[in-house]
């Protein structure tokens, strides 16, 4: 069984979905924002898990404030990383002390659509079919093994919000699945290679 911090900065709509499934609720231990205005900080609280706020603002650069995460992260115990809408870019240095423990989730297809505006670069293509990507983090942005993919459609009268709330429908439903093996050992990296019991 493995432990996780959730790390959050917006509503936390995905924290909430993690929550309302028992097999992973009890298993976050920790929930991290750099924003103490989250939502996200909300519901930890309201559940009862250990919340904290480590501000970008508070550290001299990237490297000492993602050192900051990761001291937060191991000292709460969890020995896994889950990314819920965090908006800030993790150093290497926090990849490495959590090596193929990180999971993120990400509003498109990826390599399609990578970075902040994912939903907004989608409407901007003209894509017909968009979607969900849950995968393992490696040093690069919006990068690494991909655990699972979903399709989206994009429907002519779009816009952003409309788009990605259909988006976070499915986001809400796989990203649980997934944390789900992840947390009970029957998902794992081995090198590059993505493997499930
Ligand atoms: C989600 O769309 C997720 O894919 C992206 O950030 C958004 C977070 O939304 N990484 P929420 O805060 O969970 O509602």
Do not use: W
């Not at 603002?57 to 993602?66: A, L, T, V």
């Not at 000292?75 to 999971?103: H, N, T, W, Y």
């Amino acid at each position: 069984m493995i432990d996780i911090a959730v790390l959050a900065s917006g509503t936390g709509t995905n924290l909430a979905a993690l929550l309302d499934l028992p097999e992973v609720r009890e298993h976050i231990c920790l929930v991290v924002s750099d924003r103490a205005d989250a939502g996200a900080l909300d519901l930890a609280r309201r559940a009862g898990i250990p919340a904290r706020v480590v501000q970008f603002g508070d550290f001299p650069d990237r490297r000492s404030f993602s050192l900051a995460v990761a001291d937060a992260v191991e000292q709460a115990g969890a020995k896994g990383v889950v990314l819920a809408g965090f908006m800030r870019i993790l150093s290497p240095e926090f990849c490495d002390r959590f090596p193929g423990r990180i999971l993120n989730i990400h509003p498109s297809l990826l390599p399609r659509f990578p970075g902040a505006r994912a939903v907004e670069a989608a409407l901007e293509a003209g894509v017909e079919v968009t979607g969900v990507t849950v995968h393992f983090v490696d040093e690069q942005v919006d990068h690494g093994p991909v655990i699972r993919q979903e399709e989206v459609p994009v429907f002519p009268d779009d816009d952003a919000d409309t788009l990605h709330q259909r988006i976070k429908t499915v986001e809400h439903r796989i990203y649980p699945e997934v944390v789900a093996q992840f947390v009970s050992g029957r998902l794992r990296l081995d090198g590059d290679r993505v493997v499930t019991a």
